[in-house]
């Protein structure tokens, strides 16, 4: 069992900046696909981004693209969520989760992936 343990959420003011950091060593070393989703009170999860193996290939959801950028450091066995200029509507839990198999039409959806971290809340005001 390797665990994933997401760090960095807090609390922002509406236009700044926060990075999301997970670790998740055996499976960047396995070169698993990695994403990050976000569930505000009362929504339903929905996915943030997405990254491959190597780190090339980004998939963001809609919202995200032009403000957020997700990559991943293998050698630090750590991906990372930066989110600029950040909106209220961002304030969410945010989670990183390692998926079953790397198809890139499949990557932003949930049931894709099998292993989820505890979360760690983002507030922006």
């Known amino acids: 069992h390797v665990q994933l343990v997401e760090s960095g959420g807090g609390s922002v003011q509406s236009g700044g900046s926060l990075t999301l950091s997970c670790v998740a060593p055996?499976?960047?070393?396995?070169?698993?696909?990695i994403g990050w989703f976000r569930r505000a009170p009362g929504k339903e999860n929905e996915a943030v981004a997405s990254?491959?193996?190597?780190?090339?290939?980004?998939n963001l959801s809609d919202f995200a693209k032009g403000r957020f950028t997700i990559s991943r450091d293998d050698a630090k066995n750590t991906l990372y969520l930066q989110i600029n200029g950040a909106k209220p509507e961002d304030s969410a839990m945010y989670y990183c989760?390692?998926?079953?198999?790397?198809?890139?039409?499949?990557?932003?959806?949930?049931?894709?992936?099998?292993?989820w971290g505890q979360g760690t809340q983002v507030t922006v005001s």
């Open positions: 989760a390692v998926a079953r198999s790397c198809l890139p039409h499949r990557l932003l959806l949930a049931d894709v992936y099998m292993h």
């Open positions: 055996g499976y960047t070393r396995s070169s698993k696909c």
């Open positions: 990254i491959v193996p190597g780190g090339r290939s980004p």
